[in-house]
């Protein structure tokens, strides 16, 4: 792995012994709404994540399709379009929806709302979480999750959350 790709461990969901040890390649989809200057963000309703849109690559997938494709699933918008990658990170947690040790290597990729458009989610994903707006301004106290804030900050840093201002 790459050294400047961040490496984060996260404290709060550790490693749990005997636990399978599962990589993936995922990515964490920062969707903004120019017209409100909010960021699509979940509520997770099992467990106290605050997170933005994120995903597994599916093989034969792209991380831009992979990208587009979680957004649907998990808040149902159907218009969006990509802007640009925003960097990578490496985390290592328990991830207690799936029952497994993950070691994920992320990308970060920005998309901007271009409208409303929406299917329903399905009632597992609904399960799951709850999608809603936050004030981009109020996004890094929001995110509780470290790689997420990092990479929602590499965004910002990189200009392309910026453009759309």
């Not at 969901?13 to 990589?23: E, L, Q, S, T, Y």
């Not at 597992?124 to 999608?131: Q, S």
Request: hydrophobic letters at 40%; aromatic letters at 10%.
């Amino acid at each position: 792995m790459n050294s400047d790709i961040p490496n984060f461990e996260d404290m709060e969901n550790r490693f749990v012994d005997g636990a399978p040890i599962v990589k993936r390649d995922m990515v964490l989809s920062i969707v903004y709404n120019p017209k409100t200057d909010e960021v699509l963000c979940l509520k997770w309703n099992a467990f106290d994540w605050k997170t933005l849109v994120t995903g597994g690559i599916d093989p034969g997938e792209d991380a831009v399709t992979a990208g587009m494709r979680e957004i649907k699933e998990e808040t149902g918008y159907t218009n969006v379009k990509f802007l640009g990658e925003c960097g990578k990170a490496k985390s290592s947690f328990y991830a207690a929806n799936k029952k497994e040790n993950r070691i994920s290597n992320a990308t970060g990729l920005v998309f901007e709302l271009i409208s409303g458009d929406k299917i329903d989610t399905n009632d597992e994903e609904k399960e799951k979480h709850l999608p809603f707006w936050i004030p981009r301004s109020e996004v890094a106290s929001y995110v509780n999750i470290d790689w997420q804030l990092y990479l929602f900050e590499r965004a910002i840093a990189s200009g392309l959350l910026a453009k759309l201002l």
